[in-house]
C-alpha cells in the first residue's frame, strides 16, 4: 500500500509538472503569434534580416530568450534561451527558470551570437515527443527531403538554415567525435575540417555543402541505440531572400 501510494504521488506530480509545461508553452506561442504582426524590417528590404516583434517580447519578458526554433512537419516549435557563463542552466528549467524534466532548448553557453561560427542548440529527446525528439525522424532520408529547413527566428534577425548533415555519435567515451568543440574557426582549415568530418559521419548524402564563412547552426539530442549516443544534424544559413 505504502509503495502504491508513493508511484501515485510520483505519477500526479509527472502529470501536474507535464499539464504546467504545456500551459506555458501555449502561452508562450501566444504571445509569439500576437506580436508577431507587428513585426519591423530594416532598411535593405530583406525579409531574413526581419526582427520578429514576437521574439523581442519573449526577450523583454526574460532577457535569456534569444530565439524561437520551428521546423515545420514536426512538434519542434519552441523558444531558445542563451545564458553565458552559467552551464546547462536551462537543461531542466523552464522559460521562466523553474523546474522542469522538460527544460528548454538552450544555445551552449560558448557561443556568442553573430561572432560564432557555429550556434549549438541542445535539448532534452524526451519520451512524450517534445523538445527534440523528432531529430530522430532525421534518420530517415524522406523525411529530411520532405523537412530540409530549419526557421531561427532571433532577436537580431529570422534567419533559416538548410540542413546538410544527419548523424548519430556516442559520446564521453574518452574517444569521441567532438563536433560539441567547433564553434568558432581559427582557419579556413578548421573550418573545412570540420564540414568534411560531419559529412564523412552523415547517415545519408544530401547534396548540399557549407563553405567557409557560411554560418551553421548544430541541433544536439540524446540517441538511445547506443551508450550515450547523440542524435545531431548539422545546418548552414540561407543567405539569400525568402
Known amino acids: 500500500m505504502v509503495l502504491l501510494t508513493i508511484s501515485i504521488y510520483f505519477l500526479m506530480g509527472m502529470f501536474l509538472q507535464e ?3 504545456n500551459q506555458l508553452q501555449h502561452q508562450l506561442q501566444e504571445v509569439l503569434q500576437e506580436k508577431s504582426d507587428e513585426t519591423g524590417e530594416d532598411s535593405s528590404g530583406d525579409s531574413l534580416t526581419q526582427i520578429d516583434a514576437g521574439i523581442l517580447a519573449l526577450h523583454e519578458e526574460n532577457p535569456d ?3 524561437w526554433i520551428t521546423i515545420e512537419g514536426t512538434r519542434i516549435d519552441y523558444p531558445v534561451m542563451h545564458r553565458p557563463g552559467d552551464k546547462n542552466y536551462y537543461l531542466h528549467r523552464d522559460f521562466n527558470g523553474e523546474y522542469s524534466a522538460n527544460g528548454c532548448l538552450y544555445l551552449a553557453e560558448e557561443c556568442v551570437p553573430g561572432d560564432s561560427d557555429n550556434l549549438i542548440i541542445y535539448g532534452h529527446h524526451m519520451n512524450s ?3 527534440f525528439a523528432d531529430l530522430e525522424k532525421y534518420k530517415d532520408k524522406g523525411f529530411y527531403e520532405e523537412h530540409p529547413t530549419i526557421l531561427f527566428r532571433t532577436i537580431w534577425g529570422n534567419e533559416q538554415y538548410q540542413i546538410f548533415v544527419a548523424f548519430t555519435t556516442p559520446v564521453y567515451t574518452g574517444n569521441d567525435f567532438d563536433y560539441y568543440s567547433f564553434i568558432k574557426a581559427g582557419t579556413v582549415e ?7 568530418s560531419v559529412k564523412e559521419k552523415s547517415l545519408y548524402q544530401t547534396g548540399t555543402t557549407a563553405k567557409y564563412r557560411d554560418k551553421l547552426l548544430t541541433l544536439s539530442t540524446c540517441e538511445y541505440s ?3 549516443g547523440r542524435m545531431v544534424l548539422v545546418a548552414k544559413k ?3 531572400k525568402e
Open 238 to 240: 540561407n543567405n539569400g
Open 129 to 131: 515527443g517534445k523538445m
Open 190 to 196: 578548421d573550418y573545412k575540417k570540420f564540414v568534411a
Open 226 to 228: 547506443q551508450k550515450n
Open 65 to 67: 530568450c534569444i530565439g
Open 19 to 21: 499539464r504546467q509545461d
